[in-house]
């Protein structure tokens, strides 16, 4: 599946960038022209069923993957994943072959959410996806109106169906990595619910480095952009 990507600068250096569930490329409104300016040709990606890409019949990790793979260039310096771009990413490594990857709270749940969990998450997600501006500004106080936003046009743009396999652990399997792949840089928001500690300490003794943001909460380039910019330093 050919993805809708986009683009920022024209440098020899590439850098991919993959965003997060229910958002699309537009997430990194700010990251894309900075590092454009550092030379990078930016590329990013909205995933299947997001953003102004093509709906799938049938939504799995392994094909989210699949549509990143066929969509951006290969061998890239930088990729960078968040939530599940960044669980996305860490089953695409191996294709995309970065010369570094860097994983924003990546959703590394593993066991840790149990089948009843993943069987009522849908119900919560329709939840999320009908606020309004009002609700997701009050949610995330810290985000600019730009933000706000582009969140509820990325809510807008969904395919809800994405939904039917997620209480399936074979089609949407949210375990972290057994290996490092490429140098690799785990970036955790302040007291992460995605990521424990037991995983984080496992990344950490597989050669991850790990970093935290401090205050951030999960979509840590919305919350804290200055500490965000702060925590990529030696890896852009």
Do not use: C
Request: proline share 5%; aromatic share 10%.
């Amino acid at each position: 599946m050919q993805l809708f990507t986009r683009e920022w600068g024209t440098g020899d250096r590439v850098a991919v960038l993959v965003h997060g569930l229910f958002s699309s490329s537009r997430t990194w409104h700010r990251l894309g022209p900075e590092l454009a300016d550092k030379g990078y040709r930016v590329v990013a990606v909205d995933l299947a069923g997001h953003g102004q890409s093509p709906r799938s019949r049938w939504y799995s990790l392994s094909g989210l993957v699949r549509g990143i793979a066929e969509s951006v260039p290969v061998k890239p310096e930088l990729a960078i994943g968040h939530s599940l771009g960044g669980l996305a990413l860490s089953r695409l490594v191996r294709v995309l072959q970065p010369e570094r990857a860097v994983y924003i709270d990546p959703a590394f749940l593993g066991n840790r959410l149990p089948w009843w969990q993943r069987a009522g998450a849908p119900m919560l997600f329709h939840g999320i996806l009908n606020r309004r501006e009002r609700s997701v500004a009050r949610s995330n106080p810290r985000w600019g109106k730009d933000d706000v936003e582009i969140e509820v046009g990325d809510y807008a743009s969904f395919d809800r169906s994405f939904f039917k396999n997620f209480g399936d652990g074979r089609a949407m399997p949210l375990s972290e990595p057994d290996r490092m792949t490429v140098p690799s840089m785990m970036m955790l928001a302040d007291r992460s619910k995605l990521v424990s500690e037991s995983v984080s300490e496992r990344m950490r003794r597989l050669g991850f480095e790990i970093r935290t943001v401090a205050g951030a909460g999960h979509t840590v380039h919305r919350d804290d952009f200055a500490g965000f910019q702060k925590a990529l330093t030696g890896w852009v």
